[in-house]
């Protein structure tokens, strides 16, 4: 399952026949077989939290996909965007554009592929140092948002394996006057993941910036990639409450 | 009467035996025009008033109150159920004949002396309207009220009085009027919250050093602090032991939990490892020679 060049697993399907053992930035992870149609799951993170599932299935085989998924979850899932402060300010002088590839961080699902279903079974990052929260605006009306320093990229091979895919960003400057770009805020929610072996990319966003009535704004949509790789699986919270007598979880 | 229910029963006249039976209970009369087939109507028109109520509050619940807020879903709930009654009510006063505008003049009298004696029901039935219409916090906020040193979670602005759950669980009931005239702070309102904690480090250490060493500890271990706004620094006094360093955090509005109770054990674990004193109450004294 490891890739010969680096001791990492790959992103993709992987079968699962007895045991399983994805390796990843530090990140342990190893799906058993404990009986004829049940499986044990067990992960041990960069911050040293284990996690153990049992995982009964109604067939006997069972695969996994290892899966870039967009940076949302860790440490609690709280907010649908994103907030990307550049390392390095961007000048766009009057009537101008711009196209640039960011390094974005990227967190991983693990999904259970079994008799035709596609669960979301458990998701991790691989760099929790770069997963923080910022707030856009004031602390009561703002926004809070999934906060990352990023550098550019070169392009879109640039990414780093299992911890920053590479996203595109336009930045179009309609207004009559030069302006500096050092962050970006953007719901990442409806951005697609796509992967190749250990590396990702992500939709892009266009940012235009312009003249509503008196008052300049950044307008942010989503541009999606045309790629042949992979697209990732949307990850799901499958953690909910269901009432009943004694509550579940 | 045994003979005569026996002809109904098995002779010709089937069905005719309720028609009867109904006719006898119309004439069988209470008070005045009041009959026992009247009152037996207005039973069926009030009961039926009360499943009808019943039902539509609990369809109300199953599809749409899950798409409403809390409270305006209980509101709404409260006014369906308690009007479907009050229209029963109605139809049913209708049925027996009874007159209530003779009842309200009465009622109007009446009223201004029950308002003398309920003052106080009448002033919280008041302010809880009013704190529907206003919604100072909603169903779920953590709130605080500091007149009356109560904190926890608003279960529910009730006709009355309201109800909140306690941090230790307990759940107390504070009327309409004194939850209407308090200060209300709402914990949960804004987006995010700031926690904060006072230390002090001697004299001797360097305080770039003991923010920087703190700041970076805060950084690596404390997930839920906001990077914006970063963590604030201010030394707020030179006290008699000690240099005071205030240290201000953001943090997620709902994780307050992560942020303030363990803020203190990281700034002093951080300056444990980097040898920074946190000193005692100490005094120097000096003895004078003769």
Known sequence: MSDAGNSFTKYGLHDVNDLLEISLPNTEIKIERIGENAFSYFRKDSEGKIVEKMVPVKSNQIQIEVAPIRPLNHPARRTGYVFLKFDKEIYLSENSAASIFVHCPIEIGIFLIHDSHHDSLDWITCNPLNSRFGLYGSPDTGTLCKYAEVSLATDYSDSIPFVEGVMKIVIENTLSSGQTVSKVIFPITDNSLYYEDSKAIIDGIKVTMKKRAVVSIADVKTAPVSTDWTKSPTWEDTTITTSMEMGLE | ?290
């Open chain 2, 1 to 290: 009467m045994g003979r005569h229910y026996y002809y109904h029963k098995y002779g010709d006249g089937i069905g005719i035996m309720p028609i009867e039976f109904l006719q006898n209970l119309s004439e069988m009369q209470i008070v005045g025009n009041l009959t026992v087939l009247s009152l037996l109507i207005g039973g069926i028109i009030m009961a039926t008033g009360l499943i009808i109520a019943k039902v539509v509050k609990v369809l109300f619940y199953k599809y749409y109150a899950p798409t409403l807020p809390k409270d305006t879903a209980q509101n709404l709930s409260k006014l369906l159920y308690f009007g479907i009654i009050i229209i029963s009510f109605l139809a049913f006063t209708s049925s027996q004949g009874i007159d209530l505008s003779g009842l309200l003049v009465a009622g109007g009298i009446f009223a201004v002396v029950i308002g003398f004696a309920t003052q106080s029901v009448v002033s919280n039935l008041i302010s809880g309207v009013f704190l529907m219409l206003e919604k100072p916090a909603k169903q779920g906020d953590t709130i605080q009220i500091p007149d009356m040193s109560i904190s926890g979670t608003l279960l529910d602005i009730g006709t009355f009085s309201s109800r909140v759950r306690k941090f230790d669980g307990t759940v107390i009931r504070i009327p309409n009027e004194k939850f209407f005239t308090s200060n209300i702070r709402s914990l949960t309102a804004s987006t995010v919250r700031r926690a904060d904690v006072m230390v002090g480090i001697s004299y001797k250490d360097d305080i770039e050093n003991a923010i920087s060493v703190i700041k970076k500890e805060i950084e690596v271990t404390m997930p839920f602090v906001l990077k914006v706004p970063e963590p604030e620094f201010r030394v707020e006094e030179l006290g008699d032991s000690s240099v005071n360093i205030q240290v201000l955090v953001w943090h997620p509005k709902d994780d307050w939990s992560q942020a303030q109770p363990i803020l203190l054990t990281t700034v002093k674990r951080a300056l444990d490892r980097a040898g920074v004193e946190i000193p005692f109450p100490q005094r120097v004294i000096w003895e004078a020679k003769d």
